[in-house]
């Protein structure tokens, strides 16, 4: 990825972030400088995984918590499901299915 494409994912993905922080957040959201730590990350992921935009980065980030949450509720990772399986949307769906670990549902 070039650097200024880079940059520019970078900011988008930064104020993403920070958007969705202080929804959450509220009156105790603090802003937080991400813009040099997302790009370098960017860098990473764009020459691993083919991670180039706003909306892959969002799948990405919900499969990773889908894969964890799996583990938590079968005893076993989602090794077979990979990042680009589905859009953001579908892996909020896919979390909201798994149980909690004490049985009861999302």
């Given at each position: 990825?070039?650097?200024?494409?880079?940059?520019?994912?970078?900011?988008?993905?930064?104020?993403?972030?920070?958007?969705?922080?202080?929804?959450?957040?509220?009156?105790?959201?603090?802003?937080i400088?991400?813009?040099?730590?997302?790009?370098?990350?960017?860098?990473v992921?764009?020459?691993?995984?083919?991670l180039?935009?706003?909306?892959?980065?969002?799948?990405?980030?919900?499969?990773?918590?889908?894969?964890?949450?799996?583990?938590?509720?079968?005893?076993?990772?989602?090794?077979?499901?990979?990042?680009?399986?589905?859009?953001?949307?579908?892996?909020?769906?896919?979390?909201?299915?798994?149980?909690?670990?004490?049985?009861?549902?999302?």
């Open positions: 990825m070039n650097n200024e494409k880079n940059r520019a994912l970078a900011l988008e993905i930064t104020s993403h972030l920070r958007s969705e922080r202080k929804k959450n957040l509220g009156d105790s959201y603090v802003d400088p991400l813009e040099d730590d997302v790009a370098d990350t960017l860098d992921l764009e020459a691993e995984i083919g180039n935009s706003l909306a892959d980065f969002e799948a990405y980030s919900l499969w990773e918590a889908y894969y964890e949450l799996h583990k938590d509720a079968y005893g076993v990772k989602a090794r077979w499901s990979r990042w680009y399986d589905h859009d953001a949307d579908g892996w909020r769906k896919k979390i909201a299915s798994i149980p909690l670990v004490d049985g009861s549902s999302r």
